[in-house]
């Protein structure tokens, strides 16, 4: 992907931001504790929300995102390293890290039933995944919309899938769902879970 993505990431979002995804952003990832692992990071708008995370290890795999996220790390409260790296393939050993976050990213992973395998085996017993994700629509009209616009749609938005059932993943790769919450009629989910091994 371009650098133009990245560069229009920011400014697309603002408005989302403004009508309460900033919010939302604030209260979950205000939930994380302990060594933290972020997974797809992007430009770092997470960074300035975490209130009682040791340590936050933020994983990115695009390296425009990334360079943008290296500013925001700086100047971010607790100490975060911002790493080069894929869900599916994670470089830290078993049971690493208590919580584990994302925030609109599991639409872009290609192969999300594998990243959630690789983030229960590096997160601890009973540690927590805290995820804020756009999903398929349950209402019939606005889901087909959704299926017929992804092709295009991951093409011009670094393999965005507009139509992908994450809390449905969540559930089927292990984790015990403690918490969801849905916004903007259904199309945005909170989901929050335990790593019960």
Known sequence: MGKWFATLYDIFMAPFEQIGVEEIRKQLIGKATGSVLEIGTGTGLNFPYYQHAKKVDALEPNPNMRNKSYKRAKSAKYPITVLEGSAEILSFPDNTFDSIVGTLVFCTIPNPELALKEMRRV????????????????????????????????????????????????????????RTQRYFKNIFVVIEAVNKK
């Open 123 to 178: 997160c601890k017993p009973d540690g927590q995944i805290l995820l804020f994700e756009h999903v398929r629509s349950h209402h019939a009209v606005l889901g087909r919309v959704q299926d017929r616009l992804t092709p295009l749609w991951k093409r011009l938005c670094d393999g965005c899938h507009l139509n992908r059932d994450t809390l449905g993943l969540v559930k089927r790769e292990g984790w015990k769902v403690t």
